[in-house]
């Protein structure tokens, strides 16, 4: 299975940190010269390329990118046929909360935009800080799936296994609209309640 990471922001270096080495993954990025700087890192076990040949060549592409970047590459031909993992929080500029939600959502806005991808939604309620810990620390922390292909959400579902999380299943793309709520409270909390980023969402099963 090939992962293409689009974007190397925060979130998108923790997952190919965790990721390298166990199984093929290529970096997308515009700045090539940072991206293998940053590959060189991980021993040599990642391929660097354009957004668009990265894409191309993967099995699975993940938008680590803010939203209206990812909705902004979700139009690209590239990413016909492929599993498109989403992992943004429709933040406002100033961080008050989502520009929208309930009734819409940024995973089913890509959805729109890219018509003949698979979208899942995913990781948007994991601080990037998660990533730096030891995979056992992580292991039961859930990572919340919604999207409409069941072959997509298995495929996913092994990515989020293999960067070292649980999966929590949530049912179709709509569910979205209320992943992304609990990700914005995630964010709230950690930092306007001064929690800070060594935190995540967890269900509870009682009884």
Known sequence: MTIAIIGLGNMGKGLATRLAGKTQLVLGARDQGKASAFAATLGG?????????AAA????????LPFA???DFAKSPA???????????????????LAFGFDTSAAEQLQAAAPQAYVVKAYNTIFSALFALPAAQTADVPVFLAGNDEAAIGKVEELVKLSGFAVEK???????RLIEP?????????FAQGLGTGIAPSWVRVG
């Open 45 to 53: 076990e990642a391929l660097v390329a354009s957004p668009e040949e």
């Open 57 to 64: 060549r993967a099995d699975i592409v993940v938008l680590a």
């Open 69 to 71: 970047a990812a909705l």
């Open 79 to 97: 990413l016909a046929g492929k599993t498109l993992v989403d992992i943004s929080n429709p933040i406002k500029p100033d961080f008050s909360g």
């Open 170 to 176: 949530s049912g179709t793309l709509d569910a979205a």
């Open 182 to 190: 609990v990700g914005m409270l995630n964010i709230r909390l950690g």
